[in-house]
Antibody, heavy 125, light 107 residues
Framework: QVQLQESGPGLVKPAQTLSLTCTVS??????????WSWLRQPAGKGLEWIGR???????NYNPSLKSRVTISLDTSKNQFSLKLSSVTAEDTAVFYC?????????????????WGQGTLVTVSS | DIQMTQSPSSLSASVGERVTITCRAS??????LAWYQQKAGKAPKLLLQ???RLQSGVPSRFSGSGSGTDYTLVVSSLQAEDFATYYC?????????FGQGTKVEIK
């Protein structure tokens, strides 16, 4: 059973960098069959995809956040991480890490089949 | 970006009722659509992919249909554990986008 677990500070000051890590168990971030993504959800609102990374290290980001986002992979620890710079109160949200299915052959990304429990990050001074 | 619009935003229903939620994409997405269920304080759970394919372990009372830009999630006989918020998501093109959600409440 694949499990994902987010970790990181729950409070970040404005203008600073938010850093979160997702630890994967029961599966490997080195698997060529999946992408590894970050998403977020402000309180009472919908879901927003932030970006993803593949075992090769290739990453894709939501254009709305691209200038501020970096996602990286640590295969030795079976983890992937998110950095979001220059945060404001509008970045306050529950952040989720998730595994995205990759369709064999085309390499196209599919839905998110496993999710972490989510971690609330508040941006406040 | 592809905009996903769900309707209704919320609904009240009784146990045993049939519930229908619709999702419209701003352009054709070739059945590259997933449905998720999210309960309060929990992560979303994948229910269906490719518009119609039920995930393993998901009850058969959930079904999906649609094509092109218009898709539907049906719960044939609502159970107590189905009261939650439902989201559609397109994975036709990046950035992947979600509908705003449909909250299903107890009548």
């Amino acid at each position: 059973q694949v499990q994902l677990q987010e970790s990181g500070p729950g409070l970040v000051k404005p203008a600073q960098t938010l850093s979160l890590t997702c630890t994967v168990s029961g599966g490997s971030v080195s698997s060529g069959s999946y992408y590894w993504s970050w998403l977020r959800q402000p309180a009472g609102k919908g879901l927003e995809w932030i970006g993803r990374i593949y075992t090769s290290g290739n990453s894709n980001y939501n254009p709305s956040l691209k200038s501020r986002v970096t996602i990286s992979l640590d295969t030795s620890k079976n983890q992937f991480s998110l950095k979001l710079s220059s945060v404001t109160a509008e970045d306050t949200a529950v952040f989720y890490c998730a595994r995205q299915i990759m369709y064999y052959g085309s390499g196209r990304g599919g839905p998110f089949d496993y999710w972490g429990q989510g971690t609330l990050v508040t941006v406040s001074s | 970006d592809i905009q996903m619009t769900q309707s209704p935003s919320s609904l009240s229903a009784s146990v045993g009722e049939r519930v229908t939620i619709t999702c419209r994409a701003s352009q054709g997405i070739s059945n590259s659509l997933a449905w998720y269920q999210q309960k309060a304080g929990k992560a979303p759970k994948l229910l269906l992919q490719t518009a119609t394919r039920l995930q393993s372990g998901v009850p058969s009372r959930f079904s999906g249909s649609g094509s092109g830009t218009d898709y539907t999630l049906v719960v044939s006989s609502l159970q107590a554990e189905d009261f939650a918020t439902y989201y559609c998501q397109q994975y036709y093109s990046t950035p992947w986008t979600f509908g705003q959600g449909t909250k299903v409440e107890i009548k």
